[in-house]
């Protein structure tokens, strides 16, 4: 959606986050997948997963518009397959609370995502008519 506001530095972490929330409740489902795929190719061949820790992530997503491209990536991850297990909510959650995103807005950014995913489920139906 938003990877080419992020760094390629960024780019990276957002990969390992990726990687990470996807296997958070335990298995990894083919939406997934194809969403890391997908999150791949938009990526530069030189990019590679960046290990952050989350004293390190204000620094490193300093902007306002990285921190907010970083979550709705991350949320993307989160919702494509249509389930948002607790320990995924606890995932994002922790980082939006290193990036010093609260709940409230974060609540609206996971209320965008599933609105695009549902818009992006409403024009396939419109191709398949």
Known sequence: MFLNRLSEVQQGALLSFATQLMSADGKQAAEELALLKTLRQQMAST???????????????????????????????????AEYHETEQAFV??????????????????????????LVREAEQFMEA
């Open 47 to 81: 990019v590679s997963p960046v290990q952050v820790r989350s004293g390190d992530l204000p620094g490193m997503f300093a902007s306002r518009s990285d921190r907010v491209a970083l979550m709705l990536e991350l949320l993307g991850m989160a919702l494509v397959d």
């Open 93 to 118: 959650s922790g980082i939006a609370n290193s990036l010093d995103i609260g709940k409230e807005e974060l609540s609206q950014m996971e209320n965008w995502v599933r609105r695009q995913f549902a």
